[in-house]
Each structure stands twice: as C-alpha cells, then as structure tokens.
C-alpha cells in the first residue's frame, strides 16, 4: 500500500486509512465506567499524532506492540486544541507493503551517489594500506547497506536516514580543500579518517522502524565502538605498520576533540586536529541550518531558545521591503529577547 496520507498533513474531520509506526501504546482506564481505552502514538517521517482506540482495547493490546508498522483507519478529531485520531481499525504490516523512507526522515540526496563519492574518494588514497583497510569496510556488503542508510545521531546533527553517508561525503568535500590549502596534511590519512571517523555508528544506532540507540551503542557509543571496528580490520592485516595503525586509531579517538565531548584524548597528531575541526564545523553548520529552517517554517524572525546550542538564532524578515517593515516590528522582537533574558538566557546567546 502506497502512504499517501502524512501526520503533518492530517486535518480535523479527515478520514484516515495510512501506514504508521507505533513508537508507544498503553492501555488506560476509563475514568467514568468499568474498562480500558488504549492510547497510541502514532509516528511517520512527518510528525506523531496520538491514537485513540475505545472499544476491544485489550484485543488490540495484546495484537499490536510497540515499534511495529501498521496500518491504520480511523477519523481526526481534535480534543482540548489537539489532534488525535480515533482508530477504528489497526492491523500489522508484513515487509514488502511499506516504504521505510515514508516512516523515518531521510536525507534528500541521492544515497548511491553520495556512496560512489566515498567509493572515489578511498580509491584515491594512495597508500596501500589505507586503501585496503578503507575499502575492506566498504566492499563489506553489509557494512555497505548500514553505511547507506545509518543515521549521524539522534538529535544533533544529520539525524535521518542517510545522515551518517551525507556528514562522511561534507567532511570529505572539506578535507579536500584543507589538503589543497595546508601543505603539510597528509591527504591519505586525513581522507581514511573522514571516511572511518563514525564507523561504530553502524553498530551504535537501529534505524527500522524508529531511529534509536543499541544497548552498546548506549553502553560504549561510536567512538569505542568505531575503534573496535578497525581493530578487527587491522588483526586480518599483519603487515599494516604499527605506526600508522596508531596514527589511524588516535584521529578516530580524538575526533570529538576535548574529554568533556566524549573524546579519551584530544588530538595530537596534525590529521587529527584537521579531522576534528573538519567534522565539527560540518556538524555545527548542520544543526545550525537544520534547525533555522525548522523554525522558518512556522514564519518566525527568531528561532525559539535552542538549549542543545544554547541561544536563539536570527532569521530574519522575509519580505522586508514588500510588507514596509515598520519600527514596531524590530521594537517587539527586542522585547522578546529581554523576556528571554529575564528567563536566565543571556544577551550573547540572543
């Protein structure tokens, strides 16, 4: 079944028949008569609305479980100024009837490309051992699949589908050009770094049918996790030189540069400072551009306060000359920000 319905779209009185995925249920109560009603949320790569079933709860509570994809009919209502949907049928889906990409973001890059770039990009380095040990990971065929749809992260940066593919293919665009303008970079480690740096992400996160970390990427994160990886690789490779096995494993260590960002050592080599600076500009930038535009959708001038980058950002007035901006406008958004301030945030995070 085609989705052709979307959360973000679903309006008051719509009828409904789409496919979702169920990211938490609990069966409640009634407050008025004996019996239960189960509560839903139900989520696409759009938004969450919450479900409602009233009758044969308990039937469906024990047909239907959490992070299952399903497929729903039923009608919006709005209750206390907020959608819900109430389900008057909901039934599992089997693999082959549901589109992944329609149920969790994604990027919006075309993935096949951005992996032959990766593929060029470690085909070009020149050592042999780089080469091989790069490319034992991605003519990995499974490694290869996970590496094409894994997520960056969570919540901070490139959090989707793909997301992991498209930071790897904007770090190694920008060490292309550090390697151009800084003579002294070693182009075919810095370019083994870009590509390897976030490997354990592979392992850290599941991404079907929601986004979330595995036990061992919550217990040891990325970074063990990616120098564990290349430990495997490096042990089915006994002639790769001791040094530059270190040298490979310090950058991915070090990449999140300081201890209280979760690196065991800062950088100490020169492609190790290269490699952090070049992934956390790449990161910020991301998260910076993905939450303006979030938040330029709802037709603001100033983003709400963003407590992960701790400040609002400025994005300005569309249409400025057209509408004759006028000086009240600029004096309401100044208020704004000292209403913020007096709620602890200060001038510089405006």
């Not at 409640?28 to 239960?36: K, Q, V």
């Not at 003519?139 to 992260?153: G, Q, T, V, W």
């Not at 000359?321 to 006028?326: D, F």
Request: hydrophobic content about 40%; some cysteine; glycine content about 6%.
């Amino acid at each position: 079944m085609a989705k052709s319905q979307y959360v973000r779209d679903l309006t008051l009185g719509d009828s409904v028949d789409s496919i979702f995925v169920v990211k938490s249920k609990q069966l409640m109560p009634f407050r008025d008569r004996p019996g239960n009603y189960l509560t839903l949320e139900l989520v696409d790569k759009t938004g969450s609305i919450q479900g409602r079933i009233w009758d044969d709860a308990e039937v469906f509570d024990q047909t239907i479980h959490e992070k299952e994809i399903v497929r729903v009919k039923g009608k919006v209502e709005v209750f206390r100024q907020v959608r819900q949907l109430r389900v008057s049928d909901i039934t599992k889906c089997q693999k082959g009837e549901y589109d992944l990409f329609d149920l969790v973001m994604h990027t919006d890059k075309d993935i096949d490309w951005m992996f032959e770039r990766v593929m060029r990009a470690a085909s070009s380095i020149s050592n042999p051992h780089l080469q091989k040990l790069v490319l034992s990971f991605l003519n990995d065929e499974r490694i290869a699949h996970d590496f094409k749809l894994a997520p960056a992260s969570l919540r901070f940066h490139h959090n989707w589908l793909g997301g992991l593919l498209e930071h790897v293919t904007s770090v190694l665009d920008i060490a292309e050009v550090i390697c151009r303008t800084h003579t002294g970079v070693d182009r075919d480690l810095l370019i083994t770094g870009a590509i390897l740096h976030d490997i354990g992400k592979l392992r850290e996160y599941v991404w079907e049918p929601i986004i979330e970390l595995t036990d061992e990427g919550r217990l040891l994160g990325h970074i063990v996790l990616s120098d564990e990886m290349i430990v495997e690789r490096l042990k089915e490779m006994p002639s790769f030189p001791k040094e530059l096995a270190l040298r490979i494993r310090h950058m991915v260590i070090s990449h999140h540069g300081d201890m209280e960002y979760g690196a065991p050592k800062r950088p100490m080599t020169v492609e190790a400072m290269a490699l952090h600076l070049i992934e956390n500009l790449n990161a910020q930038l991301a998260r910076f551009t993905a939450f303006v535009e979030e938040q330029r959708e709802a037709g603001k001038v100033w983003t709400d306060y963003e407590r992960m980058l701790e400040r609002r950002i400025f994005i300005g007035y569309e249409g400025e000359v057209e509408r004759g901006l006028q000086h009240e406008d600029v004096q309401g958004e100044g208020i704004q920000c000292l209403q913020d301030n007096e709620r602890g945030e200060s001038v510089d995070q405006l």
